[in-house]
């Protein structure tokens, strides 16, 4: 059975791109929604142009009521019916009850190298803390934000020069080769971490 996808975004969307680029031909899924806590989103025009249904539900109004907000985003959700979420650059914090409705099907890529680097600014931290690598991850979504189980990992290594601009053009190569990969496996069913090089 083809498995149904919605893609949430909140910025520019090139994992998103890279997302519904995989869903083809021999693919276990197919995308069905991409949606955005930002009407402007870039990823939104970018998935009307791919032809993939959009839709946006902003969060201002809610001033801060995040279950509020959550409960007008499952609307379009609702009427989508995805069996998968993809966060792809989601920038707002879910709750708990959100989470929870969603564990088990509900992924998410961070730019760094989980359990490190929790949160924002991961490029600058892992130069400020003198790394020699840094990487990208998917993980499972739960309550504890950054925290689920790991579906896919991906390195670099950090070179002489680097700033967190040149380090995050460097991970966001490897998040457009790591995410298309893990939804690949997990829209199958299998949740054996994908490890690249
Ligand atoms: C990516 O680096 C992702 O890891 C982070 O936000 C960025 C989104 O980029 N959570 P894009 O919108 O997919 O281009």
Known sequence: MTRRVAILVSGGGS?????VESMTGDHPARPVLVLSNDP??????RAAEMGVPTAAVSHKPFKGD???????????????????????????????????????????????LLPKYRGLHTHARALEAGET????????????????????????PILPGD???????????????????????????????VLLP
């Not at 690598?133 to 670099?156: F, I």
């Open 133 to 156: 690598e840094a990487g990208c991850t998917v993980h499972e979504v739960t309550a504890e934000l950054d925290d689920g189980p790991l579906l896919g990992q991906a390195r670099v």
């Open 163 to 193: 700033t967190p601009e040149t380090l995050a053009a460097r991970v966001l190569v490897e998040e457009h080769r790591l995410y298309p990969a893990v939804l690949r496996r997990f829209a199958a069913g299998d949740r054996t971490p």
């Open 66 to 112: 995040r279950a509020a907000f959550e409960a007008a985003l499952s609307e379009p959700l609702a009427a989508a019916q995805p069996d998968i979420i993809c966060l792809a650059g989601f920038m707002r914090v879910l709750t708990e009850g959100f989470t929870r409705r969603w564990q088990g099907r509900m992924l998410n890529i961070h730019p760094s």
């Open 15 to 19: 994992n998103m791109v890279r997302l």
């Open 40 to 45: 402007e989103a870039g990823g939104l025009r």
